[in-house]
């Protein structure tokens, strides 16, 4: 059968049309017997692209929540492994805490047991008269960083003058403080006491009268005077308002 057949009516026009007829190529001309398999696999693909996405992007959130987890877990190992120690330290320096604490190193400043230490220093020296000053507390600012935990190191300032007969009467003074209590010792002046020859004249500015024994007699050779500052430990803040300036004597 002649797929072209020429109209008789006008065979030019027949001719001319069979002339710009293309012929298609099989498998287009055969597409619509499989058009519904094709659709069907096009279907299929977009179909399990999308599931490919899905599941990606849900390992992906799985991996971050275990990233999560595992930071979550760390973090509690650590705390567990903080406490633990702490227990441990606890359980090695409590007996420490509680000699240091009975001391008066930690806890609130003990000024009336600081004066009653500098009276029993005295008496067993048997030292002449003393005077102190006492400043409000402040805190202590230190070259080197401490890690003192909760607590916070503070410090009284001690001004203390006396009359001693020589100087080991001095270091003897010191070591029985330091076996009561904590300070630090910031500096020590001695001076001779002077004389004169109608009397004996101290430095405090006291007159005997001639022929009585002289301040240097009754008190003491040296006139020292010293700064001390007596150490504390305690949770921090303190109180907002300091101890008033403290002064008194020894007799």
Same mark, same amino acid.
């Given at each position: 059968?002649?797929?072209?057949?020429?109209?008789?009516? $006008?065979?030019?026009?027949?001719?001319?049309?069979?002339?710009?007829?293309?012929?298609? #190529?099989? *498998?287009?001309?055969?597409?619509?017997?499989? &058009?519904?398999?094709?659709?069907?696999?096009?279907? +299929?693909?977009?179909?399990?692209?999308?599931?490919?996405?899905? @599941?990606?992007?849900? =390992?992906?959130?799985?991996?971050?929540?275990?990233?999560?987890? %595992?930071?979550?877990?760390? @973090?509690?190992?650590?705390?567990?492994?903080?406490?633990?120690?702490?227990?441990?330290?606890?359980?090695?320096? %409590?007996?420490?805490?509680?000699?240091?604490?009975?001391?008066?190193?930690?806890?609130?400043?003990?000024?009336?047991? *600081?004066?009653?230490?500098?009276?029993?220093?005295?008496?067993?020296?048997?030292?002449?008269?003393?005077?102190?000053?006492?400043?409000?507390?402040?805190?202590?600012?230190?070259? +080197?960083?401490?890690?003192?935990?909760?607590?916070?190191?503070?410090?009284? =300032?001690?001004?203390?003058?006396?009359?001693?007969?020589?100087?080991?009467?001095?270091?003897?003074?010191?070591?029985?403080?330091?076996? &009561?209590?904590?300070?630090?010792?910031?500096?020590?002046?001695?001076? =001779?006491?002077?004389?004169?020859?109608?009397?004996?004249?101290?430095?405090?500015?006291?007159?005997?009268?001639?022929?009585?024994?002289?301040?240097?007699?009754?008190?003491? $050779?040296?006139?020292?005077?010293?700064?001390?500052?007596?150490? @504390?430990?305690? #949770?921090?803040?303190?109180?907002?308002?300091? #101890?008033?300036?403290?002064?008194?004597?020894?007799?």
């Amino acid at each position: 059968m002649n797929a072209n057949p020429v109209n008789p009516a $006008n065979p030019a026009a027949s001719a001319k049309k069979a002339a710009n007829t293309i012929a298609l #190529p099989y *498998w287009i001309a055969g597409f619509a017997q499989i &058009r519904t398999a094709a659709l069907a696999a096009l279907a +299929a693909v977009v179909i399990g692209a999308t599931l490919v996405a899905v @599941t990606a992007a849900q =390992r992906h959130e799985a991996d971050d929540d275990l990233q999560r987890t %595992q930071r979550l877990r760390d @973090t509690a190992h650590s705390r567990y492994a903080h406490v633990d120690n702490e227990k441990r330290d606890i359980r090695n320096f %409590q007996q420490r805490y509680v000699e240091l604490r009975q001391r008066g190193l930690i806890g609130d400043e003990r000024r009336l047991e *600081w004066v009653d230490a500098i009276r029993q220093v005295q008496e067993e020296l048997q030292l002449p008269p003393l005077s102190y000053q006492i400043e409000p507390q402040q805190p202590v600012r230190l070259e +080197a960083a401490l890690d003192l935990g909760d607590y916070q190191l503070r410090g009284s =300032r001690m001004r203390l003058h006396m009359e001693l007969l020589h100087e080991m009467d001095l270091f003897d003074f010191l070591a029985g403080l330091h076996a &009561r209590g904590f300070f630090a010792a910031q500096d020590c002046s001695l001076k =001779r006491l002077a004389t004169a020859a109608g009397g004996q004249v101290s430095q405090l500015g006291q007159l005997s009268e001639p022929g009585q024994p002289g301040q240097a007699a009754l008190g003491g $050779n040296l006139g020292v005077d010293c700064t001390l500052n007596w150490i @504390t430990m305690a #949770p921090a803040p303190l109180a907002a308002q300091p #101890p008033a300036l403290a002064t008194g004597r020894q007799p």
